[in-house]
């Protein structure tokens, strides 16, 4: 009897965090070789629109370690739609700690920090099919230490 409910309560537990994120259309983390990010690294990203009357949001998830030299953070995404084309481009400004405090932001364990930026909101694609999201450092240290890793989120938006 036991065994039946601990089965019944781990179902109920996974069925319930599953439908909690239910807005998640696509989302990847890609961790950085030895937590430094070359400015030739660009971190690709695909994912695939099937709905193109929903609006999205796309997120930017960074992480980092309480030795990143600077307050904030400049990235440029570079968004590729199915036939190829580029359809957008756009330089980001993300602020990683207050930058008069210095106290680190996101949400921290340790010495480590997530963040999550929303970097493109309410965007609509106009075809169905593979879209690849191209997401490079713009700061002048190159390669810039302490960034553990990059990733891109896109949600369906509220409407």
């Not at 008069?100 to 970097?119: L, M, V």
Request: charged content about 20%; overall charge positive; glycine content about 6%.
């Amino acid at each position: 009897m036991n065994r039946l409910l601990t089965v019944v309560v781990l179902l109920c537990l996974s069925w319930t965090l599953g439908s909690c994120d239910a807005n998640r259309v696509y989302e990847e983390n890609q961790d950085l070789p030895n937590n430094h990010w070359p400015v030739k690294l660009t971190p690709t990203f695909t994912f695939e629109i099937t709905d193109t009357t929903q609006q999205y949001n796309v997120f930017f998830n960074v992480r980092n370690t309480i030795g990143y030299q600077f307050y904030n953070l400049y990235l440029r995404h570079y968004l590729v739609g199915p036939d190829g084309k580029q359809i957008s481009s756009a330089l980001h400004e993300m602020y990683l700690m207050d930058p008069k405090t210095g106290e680190p932001r996101g949400n921290g364990a340790g010495d480590i920090f997530d963040h999550q930026f929303r970097a493109l909101k309410s965007v609509k694609f106009a075809k169905p099919g593979q879209y690849k999201l191209k997401v490079s450092q713009y700061m002048r240290q190159d390669p810039l230490p302490s960034i553990m890793a990059i990733g891109v989120r896109v949600e369906k938006a509220a409407q």
